[in-house]
């Protein structure tokens, strides 16, 4: 599956529980999730960070699963607080 993102040159595709942005140089950020929609990992390059892909991430894991489930233990310092900021809705 691919969606296309808001610029022509970023692409995410999933494949077996694993949500990737990349571009034509890298890997920009990746997400593993379950088929019940639970995030496992979600990693962003830091080079790219702050810039809406980790939204897009769990936008695309929302379309492939049917639902956002439970975000799974450990959770980093980051990503507690970005988790956080989704939750009052300004990530």
Request: aromatic share 8%.
């Amino acid at each position: 599956m691919s969606i296309s993102p808001d610029t022509a040159r970023e692409v995410i595709e999933i494949v077996d529980g694993v949500a990737l942005i990349r571009n034509l140089n890298t890997t920009i950020g990746y997400c593993r999730f379950t088929p019940a929609g639970d995030i496992e990992y979600l990693f962003v390059n830091p080079v790219y960070r702050r810039r809406g892909h980790g939204r897009r991430l769990l936008e695309a894991v929302r379309q492939s699963a049917g639902q956002l489930g439970e975000i799974q233990e450990p959770i980093s310092p980051l990503g507690r607080l970005f988790f956080a900021a989704l939750d009052r809705g300004s990530a």
